[in-house]
């Protein structure tokens, strides 16, 4: 599935908007990685294509799925254009965006945060753990 090859142009605002808001967070553990987009409607999984190597760049990151309906939709419809959250976040990265980063995640926090995401829509324990990291940041 070629993600980034076409789009309908009514989606350019908010694939700007999404591609600059900082709302894309790396929850890492061990090798699984994923992407969480925190949007203002709920939160989104973004799975990239492959796990990446610790010594890989960030732009190199390809995804292949998102959890929105949208995506959904057209995954079944077989579109080729994917949804704004991955085209904003392949964008993002292309440009050299810095995105919230949790390495080193215990793997009982990640999979809180994919179940929170999937059934609730919104993951309660991502935002715990960002804001705890950016309290200790800040004393």
Sequence with gaps: MALLRSYPK??????TEEE???RYVKIRSGRL????YMGAHGDHLIV??????RTSRSA???PIYCSCEGFQRRLLSED????THVIAFSKALRRGGKPHSLEGLPIDDMLKIVNEVLTLGQ???LRRILYSNVQKSTS
């Excluded at 009514?10 to 694939?15: A, P, R, T």
């Excluded at 080729?80 to 949804?83: A, I, L, T």
Aim: aromatic share 10%; with cysteine.
């Design 10 to 15: 009514s989606w350019e605002s908010s694939i």
């Design 123 to 125: 993951s309660v324990t």
């Design 60 to 62: 190199d990151v390809k």
């Design 33 to 36: 990685e994923l992407w969480v």
């Design 80 to 83: 080729e254009f994917g949804c």
């Design 20 to 22: 600059t808001s900082q």
């Design 48 to 53: 990239p294509a492959a796990p990446r190597e």
